[in-house]
């Protein structure tokens, strides 16, 4: 049958790559053929691209040289160039700070030490695991190294907040409703499986250590995770061992009950058992063979390049949710466990597939609701960040920190003297601390670009910047920069005949033109 056909699309062949199943599974699907929308144009792919793979637009440089390109595997290279830049790795660094902290406030450490640490470990290519585990275990012996306690310590490591946030972020799965009764829609999410998390945390408290003057993390030896349903009658009282959801119950050790402490609890100072409870979680929940810590990371490096998970929310993976196409979010889970959660190489394949390369323009307007999954390339807002870093690219704000520092501009310093001016344009752009990262067009975004002095400063022409370099060019060469630099494509000819006849009525409106390009549609999505 075909459901049988179906199922076998996700197993590997000895031949075939993730890429290629994934293709073959998304053009099985019933009438792909007729709907395919056939490969996005090089201008842009290379505009994707870039913007997923490191969260900005293209130089007009850099999308000179890929058009002009005729070598084959232009695409394949560029990919490969990209996931090996420094800006892959803070762009990364980006996506999963905001995934991760959801934009809560810097109180117990700061932004640039748990940045930090994310950037360094995209930049190695950690596996996945390896950088959720000294997320999760909250270990707090080094003062160099405070980002691991970020996690918790942001989250005042109340236990129910940590236990519904490991749940949703590491795990796909939102058990905040199963708190006080099994969830009263999802049949999978169990009370149980709450308490269950809630029994690694619920020892931990947040302590404010007033002779460090800093806040840290204090552990009980003891104390036990119990519940009851509000929905029992009886009011049966249940109690728990630590366990993940679909895991077994882990057996504490025996210990002796006068030796239970490295050190022992006292006022102002943070107890440290000798067995720690929340140190277990960090290595139950974060490991490749764990399959709803894996099937979360394949949901959300899906996003991460189509700005939508196989599974939406992205938080709510259960039967009853089940996948917009179970064999592609199978191949790739599956894969991970494989390549060892090498974050990396799956964006290198997910990147590669036909799906990802289509073009976003259906073949007419009445077919594009009826077009089979990814048979047209998704439409997708840029998010907070990728918005203020083509916003400074595209106008001609980073250039000039280029010229200005020569050979020494490296990402690293680029990205130093550029941050501190975008914090404004992410404001506008981001969701309320504390929530999931979602798009909503609000008017105080659009007054933002309409009214707001801060792009307007940056087309203010500077030696370097996108209206300076405007100003010494004339005709289609004036033309083809400012397409390149805004939209990162070359202009449409009737594009240029509108240019020339607005310049000729106002030949100083280069600035004005120039930002009514950036505040466009075209320009805050991906396509």
Not at 48 to 74: E, I
Not at 75 to 102: C, G, K, Q, W, Y
Not at 129 to 145: S, W
């Amino acid at each position: 049958s075909c459901f049988a056909i179906l199922a076998t699309l996700a197993a590997p062949t000895p031949d075939s790559t993730l890429a290629q199943r994934i293709d073959a599974a998304i053009e099985a699907q019933a009438d792909f053929a007729k709907h395919d929308a056939g490969p996005a144009d090089d201008a842009e792919f290379c505009r994707r691209v870039y913007l997923d793979l490191t969260g900005r637009l293209p130089t007009p440089t850099q999308t000179r040289t890929f058009l002009a390109s005729k070598a084959p595997s232009k695409r394949n290279d560029l990919i490969d160039a990209l996931l090996a830049s420094p800006e892959h790795a803070r762009h990364l660094m980006l996506h999963f700070d905001v995934a991760l902290m959801e934009r809560l406030p810097d109180t117990h450490v700061p932004k640039a030490e748990w940045q930090a640490f994310l950037f360094e470990s995209f930049r190695a290519n950690r596996p996945w695991d390896a950088i959720a585990q000294e997320i999760l275990r909250g270990q707090d012996d080094d003062p160099k190294a405070r980002h691991r306690v970020k996690f918790f310590l942001e989250r005042t490591a109340e236990p129910n907040l940590v236990t519904r946030d490991i749940s949703r972020l590491f795990l796909g799965t939102n058990l905040q409703c199963a708190q006080c009764h099994d969830h009263p829609l999802v049949d999978d999410y169990k009370q149980a499986d709450y308490y269950g998390l809630f029994a690694f945390v619920n020892r931990t408290s947040l302590l404010v250590d007033k002779g460090k003057k800093r806040a840290t993390l204090s552990e009980k030896a003891d104390g036990e995770a119990s519940f009851q349903s509000v929905f029992d009658p009886k009011k049966v009282t249940r109690s728990t061992a630590p366990r993940v959801p679909g895991g077994k119950p882990l057996d504490d050790p025996k210990a002796d009950p006068k030796n239970l402490y490295i050190t022992a609890p006292a006022a102002g100072i943070a107890a440290v058992p000798r067995y720690s409870r929340r140190a277990q979680l960090a290595t139950q929940v974060a490991r490749a063979d764990y399959e709803p810590f894996r099937r979360n990371l394949a949901n959300r490096l899906w996003a991460v390049l189509f700005g939508q998970g196989l599974i939406e929310p992205l938080d709510m993976d259960h039967s009853g949710n089940p996948a917009s196409l179970p064999e592609v979010h199978d191949a790739i889970s599956n894969e991970l466990a494989r390549n060892k959660l090498d974050i990396r190489a799956t964006l290198r394949q997910i990147a590669r597939t036909r799906a990802y390369q289509r073009s976003s323009i259906p073949r007419s307007a009445t077919e594009a609701g009826k077009a089979p999954f990814f048979a047209v390339a998704p439409l997708k807002p840029l998010s907070p960040e990728q918005m203020a870093w083509s916003l400074a690219e595209a106008s001609g704000l980073i250039e000039v920190q280029r010229l200005a520092l020569k050979d020494k501009a490296t990402e690293t310093e680029i990205y130093t003297r550029i941050a501190p001016q975008l914090t404004g344009v992410i404001r506008v752009y981001a969701n309320p601390p504390g929530t999931a990262a979602s798009f909503e067009a609000r008017a105080d975004q659009a007054l933002f670009l309409s009214n707001g002095p801060t792009v307007r400063a940056w087309l203010a022409p500077r030696a370097g910047n996108l209206v300076d370099r405007l100003s010494k060019l004339k005709g289609d060469a004036l033309a083809d920069e400012l397409y390149l630099a805004t939209l990162a494509r070359m202009p449409e000819a009737d594009e240029r005949r509108e240019l020339a006849e607005a310049l000729k009525r106002k030949p100083d409106a280069l600035a004005e033109i120039a930002w009514g390009l950036l505040a466009s549609t075209e320009f805050r999505f991906n396509h």
